[in-house]
């Protein structure tokens, strides 16, 4: 009896701490803060599991003097099985104020960056020693481009972006007679939420959602590739502009997809500008039979370039 069957995946990594890092999927984020940036975030995933994903994301941006641009930087490595990728990339972003009173702030956002897409399937012990797959490695730097829109104010924002443009076959030969058969898709990824005082500055609700569509509009041969969206619900609480934390659910939109986790998250600012934070992620697909659950630590810092000093930190 034979079966056949599919499998998709999101190639880009998933932070349950996306808050401070959206640079990493959107390019109009950069300068949003209205001063000077830096994050710095590792995640272990799916604990116990041998060959779970491990990604780590440097970030950060700031606004020119003029205030209309703003500029950043992210490297991303991130590591699953024998396979990876790392990424270095900058960010430009013009931003217009919009509105009646132009309470808005509107940035269009474009970035160019290359990537290292490597496999080295060589190293994986197979009973079949003679399967030719397997005794190749892949490496490949490849050059690629996004843009995204993000349109935000005090209470509000919302986002919209596509980081990776252009879409590559991996393979190691342009006659495709290579054994390694390997695609990067683009990913599409739509942000909102708001901001809701409810003690003054003591005490500050924040909703927000976060989709990601892989995937989307790209083909191979006759077949749809891909994979199911995934949806990020999440509430958050700032307690006395120094204390964050924050409640998140991961699920894919399909019928068919189980939910991924629950997730708990704390971020701690202390007057410094130093910033503090961990996450810690519930699976609840049926991977937690055969891993632990998944968590993630992150340092960052804020300046304000303006006054020499650090600000309240910023709801977005």
Known sequence: MLSLGQLSAQQDPTLTSYHFNALLFNPAYAGSHEHLTVNLTHRQQWLGLEGAPVTQVLSGHMPLQNDRVGLGFTLMNDQIGPGGA????????????VGAQKQFKLSIGFQAGVANWRSRLGTINVFDTDDAAFGQNLSRWLPNFGAGAYLHNKQFYAGVAVPRMLEYDLSQDNQHTSQIKAQNVRHWYLTLG????????????????????????????????????????????????????????????????????????????????????????????????????????????EFDVKVKQVVSPRYF
């Open 194 to 301: 708001g901001a809701f005082r409810l003690n003054g500055e003591e005490l500050v609700f924040r909703p927000n959602l976060l989709l990601q569509h892989a995937g989307f509009f790209s083909k191979t041969g006759e077949n749809q590739i891909g994979s199911p969206a995934s949806l990020n619900l999440g509430a958050s609480f700032l307690f006395r502009q120094l204390f964050w934390a924050g409640l998140t659910y991961r699920t894919a939109l399909a019928q068919k997809s189980s939910t991924d986790s629950a997730n708990l998250w704390v971020a701690w600012s202390l007057r410094n500008g130093m910033r503090f934070g961990a996450a810690y992620d519930i699976t609840l697909s049926k991977l937690r039979t055969a891993s632990s659950n998944s968590f993630e630590i992150m340092l960052g810092y």
């Open 86 to 97: 790392t990424e270095l990339s900058g960010a430009y972003a013009y931003r217009i104020p």
